[in-house]
């Protein structure tokens, strides 16, 4: 996701460039090193800056997580919420499609999934980062909704559908991060998983 920032600039460097500097470097932490090695000593001399700056513009790690979680529901959330290319697929196979894109942001982001849902980092989840959490979840929910107002997919509450959809490819991505997919290509198993969902939520024939 993120990419190992510069330096930062010595002098009168502005401090909106101190606080991306700090958060591009415990990105950078994150993902290199884990989420055990982010603390306000590590993240601070990761970019050029003293540990006062992380309390001063973030009031310490907790804060500065909660940056963290939200660059990284806002990256899920586009990654769930891209269309194909194509403007004539059939919404349910842009639900699919979006299937497929949680779980590519799942294996390639294994850092920042863990962060995002089996709380690597304790942390006191605030009303910015839930409102980021919800708009990521808003992308599935529109794309089950738009499936239901064309046909493709059975009417229904398609906020309940949206979770049953997450709380299934959520646990087939959470399986194979831990190595736990006993198949022989995960990748296969996972696209037949959205293929029965789909069958399942499919509108009935007329």
Do not use: C
Request: proline content about 5%; glycine content about 10%; charged content about 20%.
């Amino acid at each position: 996701m993120g990419t190992t920032p510069g330096p930062v600039a010595r002098g009168r460097t502005p401090s909106r460039d101190i606080e991306q500097a700090l958060v591009d470097a415990a990105e950078t932490v994150l993902v290199r090193d884990g989420a055990a090695a982010v603390t306000v000593r590590t993240v601070a001399a990761e970019a050029g800056v003293a540990t006062m700056g992380v309390y001063s513009r973030f009031g310490g790690k907790d804060g500065l997580v909660q940056e963290l979680l939200v660059r990284g529901f806002d990256a899920l959330r586009a990654a769930v919420a891209a269309s194909p290319a194509s403007a004539e697929i059939d919404p349910a196979q842009r639900l699919r499609a979006s299937g497929v894109r949680y779980r590519e942001f799942g294996l390639a982001n294994p850092a920042y999934y863990a962060l995002l849902f089996e709380g690597a980092i304790p942390h006191e989840r605030s009303a910015t980062t839930a409102e980021h959490a919800a708009a990521a979840f808003g992308a599935l929910v529109d794309h089950v909704r738009n499936g239901m107002a064309t046909g493709s997919l059975a009417e229904g509450d398609a906020f309940d559908v949206a979770q049953q959809i997450w709380s299934t490819v959520h646990g087939a991505v959470a399986l194979e991060l831990k190595g736990l997919v006993l198949t022989e290509n995960p990748q296969e198993t996972y696209f037949r998983l959205l293929d029965l969902l789909l069958r399942g939520l499919a509108a009935p024939p007329e």
